[in-house]
């Protein structure tokens, strides 16, 4: 069985996405340079990374779950945008569009994947329903997230990355029944140090627009230490507290841990590219602390 490298990936799903039948704006879009070189350190190459724990998957369903795998994300992220008020009026109809064309493509290839009675198809919509009932979830502000109640939000959250493990777990005739469950715990792993990083830099959006934030709950708790209340500052400051608190360093160094051990459950699968896209977003991660520190020096 050939495995494709990065480079091949990238590139035939570049590929695909040109020769199909998607309108030119879509395809520019889903193809320029600054978003394939964006998307290139995890979703383009997300599926791919995967494919070797599933025995003999050829490369023509490679390409196709590649190439399903890059719109689906790229159609739920800018759907995202709008439910979660990211952008209103006039401003949701690119998106929006967008989103319908990705999301649209992307089940029909999935649909050559799979037959019409498949029971993969139970699965399938059954991660949808649970990546919608997210955005329910998240707008009950009230609702306290504690740890465990942040990684259920983001098995919701993150649903459809699961989906990934689901249908090579599917295309394998299920044979690989201990990789499949070993890649859901690493996935459980990965999307909390992948998530981690949003919930500080999304703070003050998320207070705006009423999204409930574990940043947000973590603060609230150290708060009082500083005889603060949260109720007389504004969203930016309160954003700017997760900072000088020293919050936004500690949680930045729970999502390296996380990422520690999504690789440490997944290294007995001999999964390379996927370590290396982890490293990728860990390496960003102590940059970021870098330069955190950097800030917070030239303050005090």
Same mark, same amino acid.
């Given at each position: =069985?050939?495995? *494709?490298?990065?480079?091949?990936?990238?590139?035939?799903?570049?590929?695909?996405?040109?020769?199909?039948? #998607? /309108?030119? /704006?879509?395809?520019?879009?889903?193809?320029?340079?600054?978003?394939?070189?964006?998307?290139?350190?995890?979703?383009?190459?997300?599926?791919?990374?995967?494919? /070797?724990?599933?025995?003999?998957?050829?490369?023509?369903?490679?390409?196709?779950?590649?190439?399903?795998?890059?719109?689906?994300?790229?159609?739920?992220?800018?759907?995202?945008?709008?439910?979660?008020?990211?952008?209103?009026? #006039?401003?949701?109809?690119?998106?929006?569009?967008?989103?319908?064309?990705?999301?649209?493509?992307?089940?029909?290839?999935?649909?050559?994947?799979?037959?019409?009675?498949? /029971?993969?198809?139970?699965?399938?919509?059954?991660?949808?329903? +649970?990546?919608?009932?997210? *955005?329910?979830?998240?707008?009950?502000?009230?609702?306290?997230?504690?740890?465990?109640?942040?990684?259920?939000?983001?098995?919701?959250?993150?649903?459809?990355?699961?989906?990934?493990?689901?249908? *090579?777990?599917?295309?394998? $005739?299920?044979?690989?029944?201990?990789?499949?469950?070993?890649? +859901?715990?690493?996935?459980?792993?990965?999307?909390?140090?992948?998530?981690?990083?949003?919930?500080?830099?999304? #703070?003050?959006?998320?207070? $705006?627009?009423?999204? +409930?934030?574990?940043?947000?709950?973590? #603060?609230?708790?150290?708060?009082?230490?500083?005889?603060?209340?949260?109720?007389?500052?504004?969203?930016?400051?309160?954003?700017? =507290?997760?900072?000088?608190?020293?919050?936004?360093?500690?949680?930045?160094?729970?999502?390296?841990?996380?990422?520690?051990?999504?690789?440490?459950?997944?290294?007995?699968?001999?999964? +390379?590219?996927?370590?290396?896209?982890?490293?990728?977003? =860990?390496?960003?991660?102590?940059?970021? =602390? $870098?330069?955190?520190?950097?800030?917070?020096?030239?303050?005090?």
């Amino acid at each position: =069985m050939e495995i *494709l490298s990065m480079d091949q990936t990238i590139q035939s799903v570049i590929q695909t996405i040109r020769s199909s039948a #998607l /309108p030119d /704006p879509i395809k520019h879009w889903l193809t320029e340079k600054e978003r394939v070189q964006s998307q290139k350190a995890l979703f383009l190459c997300f599926a791919q990374a995967l494919v /070797p724990g599933f025995g003999g998957i050829d490369k023509s369903c490679q390409i196709k779950l590649n190439t399903l795998v890059y719109l689906g994300a790229s159609g739920i992220y800018e759907a995202d945008k709008v439910y979660d008020i990211q952008v209103q009026g #006039l401003a949701i109809q690119t998106p929006l569009i967008q989103s319908h064309f990705c999301l649209v493509e992307s089940q029909r290839i999935l649909s050559r994947l799979f037959e019409e009675e498949a /029971p993969f198809w139970n699965t399938y919509y059954q991660r949808y329903w +649970n990546h919608f009932q997210e *955005l329910t979830q998240s707008k009950c502000i009230n609702q306290r997230l504690d740890f465990h109640e942040y990684k259920n939000l983001l098995r919701h959250k993150y649903a459809l990355l699961y989906l990934v493990a689901d249908i *090579l777990h599917h295309l394998s $005739d299920c044979q690989y029944v201990d990789h499949y469950e070993r890649l +859901n715990e690493t996935l459980e792993w990965f999307t909390i140090g992948y998530n981690i990083p949003n919930e500080i830099r999304g #703070l003050k959006t998320d207070l $705006d627009t009423q999204v +409930n934030n574990y940043a947000w709950w973590r #603060l609230l708790e150290i708060l009082p230490e500083y005889g603060i209340n949260a109720g007389e500052l504004s969203s930016e400051e309160l954003h700017k =507290m997760v900072y000088f608190t020293g919050l936004a360093e500690r949680m930045l160094e729970e999502s390296l841990q996380a990422f520690h051990k999504a690789k440490e459950c997944v290294r007995p699968l001999g999964l +390379n590219l996927f370590e290396g896209l982890i490293d990728a977003r =860990m390496l960003r991660n102590k940059k970021e =602390m $870098d330069i955190l520190h950097e800030e917070l020096a030239s303050v005090f």
